[in-house]
């Protein structure tokens, strides 16, 4: 079992469920899936970078991406109907937990300059939305097979009602928010 997803079973359910006063264990925020998302506009020009992105990709989320495709006509930006514009990965169970544990653990701390999550991350519904500069920062790209840093956006939706619990749930599994 992943380290992360025992910390949740063992402590962080408890004390969440005492904190917010919740009498079932199934209503204490949890969290559901991990969405990671990378654009690719230059894919429009030159698809090899599609099958370089993927492997890099697939190796930091444990799973094959999904090639996202343009929904709609944009002449500004060149971009044509059902033309591939980006990559995705959604990422649930103990893949989920050991990527979480992989950028609270590893990933953050080699960020130059970071002094922690800010709490504008979060949405309404309590999903935290980040964005990460370069996708060398995980150990599993290797940069010297990257032509050129490309930026991800990772997005950890949780069962929380709202912004306060996520970032309780998040807080006990040691995710750094700014003070």
Do not use: C, W
């Not at 009498?23 to 230059?42: F, M, S, T």
């Not at 990527?99 to 800010?118: A, C, E, Q, Y």
């Amino acid at each position: 079992m992943q380290r992360l997803k025992e910390k949740y079973l063992s402590e962080v359910r408890e004390k969440l469920q005492q904190e917010f006063g919740l009498k079932n264990h199934l209503a204490v925020p949890r969290i559901k899936k991990i969405v990671i998302n990378i654009g690719l506009g230059e894919a429009k020009d030159n698809a090899g970078i599609l099958d370089k992105v993927k492997v890099y990709f697939a190796a930091l989320a444990g799973q094959l991406p999904v090639v996202t495709l343009a929904k709609k006509s944009i002449a500004s930006f060149k971009v044509v109907k059902g033309q591939p514009i980006g990559m995705m990965v959604t990422i649930r169970g103990d893949k989920m937990y050991a990527f979480l544990d992989k950028l609270i653990s590893i990933v953050l701390p080699k960020v130059r300059d970071f002094k922690g999550i800010s709490e504008q991350s979060f949405d309404a519904a309590g999903n935290l939305n980040m964005g990460l500069k370069e996708q060398v920062i995980f150990p599993e790209v290797d940069y010297k097979t990257v032509d050129r840093t490309r930026g991800l956006a990772v997005t950890i939706t949780t069962s929380a009602s709202n912004r306060k619990e996520s970032k309780k749930l998040l807080e006990y599994l040691g995710m750094p928010f700014r003070n």
